[in-house]
């Protein structure tokens, strides 16, 4: 009876943002996300272009994506600690110079190891925006209905940022520069993340939360250190192989059929799959539990990610890849709706870091394996990456479910859910 009251009042995007204060973080938000989303695409072209080898260019992107897979956590966390602003604006800046090293180096043919050394850097500094943003939702609707409609929005913000940032990144590395795509990641990265960070009256409250202050609390815990969030990490390195094997071996394949200029298409209509499915998770009031749905729809996601590599046709392709974006957002958007029951207030920030860490850390090993196989056995090697890596993901989390439910009720009537949670455990 309780599923069907709070799914019949379940608000929608509207009212989400008329919220006061919304939109003043949210479109420098926008913005300043640009890096996750141009940066390996860009990577992967400059260096392509330069070295001639998808190899190289999969291993320099791949350098970039686990340093921020280690270095995003220790920015979250010190994001809940110091403030938003504090971690911001030396990141912003630390990020946009970096780049500009990498971009020159690579211009001017510097070996690979001195690409390898410049692309720590602009991994380890690229603006957490994404979880900053869901932080601040959290702080101002936590314990409403508002919250499930922030996390599908936040999703469908995401993946419009797939949309735009790769299609943006390809069309001006092909028909500006080949530079072009990481300066403009760059500038965004500048403009952006120093609005986003001027906007403090949305940040939230930083430091020992009252929670964290109770005595026998663990405020240092890290949130890594729950067992759900780390099942869900694994999930997302899944999410994360197909993105990166997605970028690399798309951008192959165009070349492959002597149309450059299709990779941003196809990409284009896989990341738009993400987003309209997006919507609808937004939209739909679902009367079953956020476990379930995430199995399920990871289902679906393996089972298409498996498929590309027998596809020859850029119809086809495209197509396909349309299912598998359309298959995506229903994972990501019910896993951050589950770590929402698994983490305290204090750590909130750090558990979303890892979740982006994650994708991060798959989307590099994925770009660095697609490379590998498309340099030695052509495009439609580089699609069995996402393969290995849904199916691996779906293995564990059908092994692990059980640890995807609260276990604390008093973790969870801290964050202003009380009576609802059992709605959504299962």
């Known amino acids: 009876m309780a599923s069907t009251v709070v799914s019949e009042k379940r608000p929608g995007y509207g009212q989400l943002l008329r919220t006061p204060g919304a939109l003043s973080f949210l479109l420098p938000g926008f913005a300043a996300r640009q890096p996750f989303a141009m940066l390996t695409i860009g990577i992967v072209l400059l260096v392509q272009h330069t070295t001639g080898s998808y190899g190289s260019a999969g291993a320099v992107a791949a350098v ?3 340093s921020m897979a280690l270095f995003a956590p220790q920015s979250g966390k010190l994001a809940d600690r110091f403030g938003q602003r504090a971690v911001l604006v030396p990141g912003v800046l630390i990020h946009t110079a970096s780049v500009s090293l990498l971009v020159a180096l690579a211009l001017a043919g510097a070996p690979l190891w001195a690409l390898f050394l410049a692309a720590v850097p602009s991994g380890a500094s690229v603006p957490q925006v994404g979880p900053m943003v869901r932080a601040r939702w959290a702080a101002k609707l936590d314990g ?6 922030a996390a599908a929005f936040e999703s469908v913000t995401d993946e419009f940022t797939f949309v735009v940032g790769p299609v943006l990144a390809t069309a001006l590395c092909t028909g500006v520069h080949p530079a072009a795509g990481l300066i403009a990641e760059a500038a965004l990265t500048l403009v952006g993340g120093l609005f986003f960070a001027a906007q403090r009256s949305t940040q939230p409250a930083h430091g020992l939360s009252a929670e ?7 405020p240092h815990r890290s949130a890594l250190s729950i067992p759900g969030v780390r099942v869900l990490a694994i999930a997302f390195l899944g999410i994360g192989s197909v993105f990166g094997g997605m970028q690399v071996s798309l951008t192959a394949f165009s070349e492959e059929i002597g149309n450059p200029s ?5 990409y284009g209509v896989f990341a738009a799959g993400n987003m309209l499915a997006g919507i609808a998770m937004g939209a739909i009031a679902w009367k079953i539990g956020p476990r379930r749905r995430l199995i399920l729809g990871y289902a679906g996601l393996t089972v298409a990610a498996s498929l590309l590599w027998s596809v020859h046709s850029a119809l086809l392709l495209g197509a396909l890849g349309l299912v598998v974006g359309l298959c995506i957002a229903p994972a990501l958007i019910t896993g951050y709706t589950i770590v929402e029951t698994l983490v305290p207030a204090s750590a909130r920030t750090e558990a979303f870091t890892w979740l982006t860490g994650a994708v991060a850390l798959g989307q590099a090993g994925a770009v660095t394996v697609a490379g590998r196989l498309a340099d030695a056995h052509g495009a439609s090697t580089g699609f069995l990456v996402p393969m290995a890596g849904t199916v691996l993901a779906l293995v564990t989390l059908l092994a692990l479910r059980s640890r995807l439910r609260p276990h604390t009720a008093s973790r969870v009537a801290a964050r202003g859910i009380g009576h609802r949670v059992p709605v959504a455990v299962d």
């Open 262 to 266: 299709a990779n941003g298409l196809l």
């Open 212 to 218: 964290a202050g109770r005595p026998g609390a663990e």
């Open 64 to 66: 970039t994506g686990v």
């Open 144 to 149: 409403t209905p508002l919250m499930p409609t």
